[in-house]
């Protein structure tokens, strides 16, 4: 099963170009969604915004060549590695999301107008395998997070059962990605698998055609504001917030005199504040 094309199968009740209409009609989806929560948030407006008053209390001149080198750590680090997750667990369960969602969506993209012809051949062995595997590494991370994470009172302490507006993007995906998987096992199972590829093409319909109220644009402007922040502190500006001072520091001490006299001559750092302790009392 693993290795086996479904789209080429359905291909026999479904024309190829019906199945890269309804691919092409997401993707466009996914954009006017992307807009319109834009426009309805007008989050680009503050992003543009808030650059510009940080360029004007930037202490000092960043070159292109730091940009550029900000710019690929913030690929390597909060993308591809999504290093921000200090939780192990919760950095773990994300990757697998993710990189089963993107495996996910490209293999079949590449499945479906690549291999939905009459006269396209096989599809390779691999490429449907990555097709099953990303379903499985989005399912594992995905109801991971919600049964075991998102539950503990350390992350969110929200009952499994209880559903929200938020919820509506992880919800989706995961069932787009189990009915997927439940689909493709039950190939030849006439009325089940029929309900199962139902239940599918609803779930994916769900999730790329709901972009404005989950929280799908998120993943775009992610990357955005991590470079930026970059820039803030490489310019020294800081959204205009206070810069870190050793408490320790003589000169420190001199220019907040006030240290001393309620802290003593070596007080303790106070960076770590609330994550002295691991949360567990909300």
Not at 151 to 164: F, K, M, N, P, S
Not at 207 to 214: A, E, G, P
Not at 232 to 251: H, K, Q, V, Y
Request: net charge neutral; hydrophobic share 50%.
């Amino acid at each position: 099963m693993i290795t086996s094309n479904p789209f080429a199968e359905l291909s026999a009740f479904i024309p190829g170009m019906a199945m890269q209409a309804y691919v092409v009609v997401m993707f466009l989806l996914v954009i006017g969604g992307t807009v319109l929560d834009m426009i309805h948030k007008k989050s680009a407006q503050y992003f543009f915004e808030n650059a510009k008053k940080a360029e004007k209390s930037a202490k000092r001149t960043v070159s292109g060549g730091e940009k550029m080198s900000m710019a690929i750590s913030t690929v390597t680090s909060e993308v591809l590695t999504s290093s921000e997750f200090e939780n192990p667990r919760r950095r773990v369960s994300h990757l697998f999301t993710m990189y089963g969602f993107i495996i996910f969506v490209a293999s079949t993209v590449w499945l479906i107008f690549g291999y939905t012809a009459v006269d396209a051949g096989t599809a390779p062995g691999w490429l449907a395998a990555a097709w099953h595997l990303g379903a499985l590494s989005l399912c594992f991370g995905g109801y991971w997070f919600w049964f075991f994470i998102r539950v503990d009172v350390a992350a969110e302490g929200i009952r499994w059962y209880d559903l929200r507006l938020a919820d509506l993007f992880i919800v989706s995906c995961l069932m787009m990605a189990t009915f997927a998987l439940l689909w493709s096992a039950t190939l030849g199972g006439g009325t089940l698998n029929t309900l199962f590829f139902v239940a599918f093409i609803l779930a994916s319909t769900t999730l790329f055609s709901t972009v404005m109220w989950s929280k799908f644009a998120h993943m775009f402007f992610k990357p955005a504001a991590a470079y930026q922040k970059r820039v803030t502190r490489a310019d020294e500006s800081r959204e205009n917030l206070p810069a870190d001072f050793d408490l320790t520091d003589p000169a420190v001490q001199a220019k907040f005199p006030d240290i001393p006299e309620y802290m003593g001559t070596n007080p303790p750092n106070m960076g770590a504040g609330i994550r002295r302790e691991r949360p567990s009392h909300y």
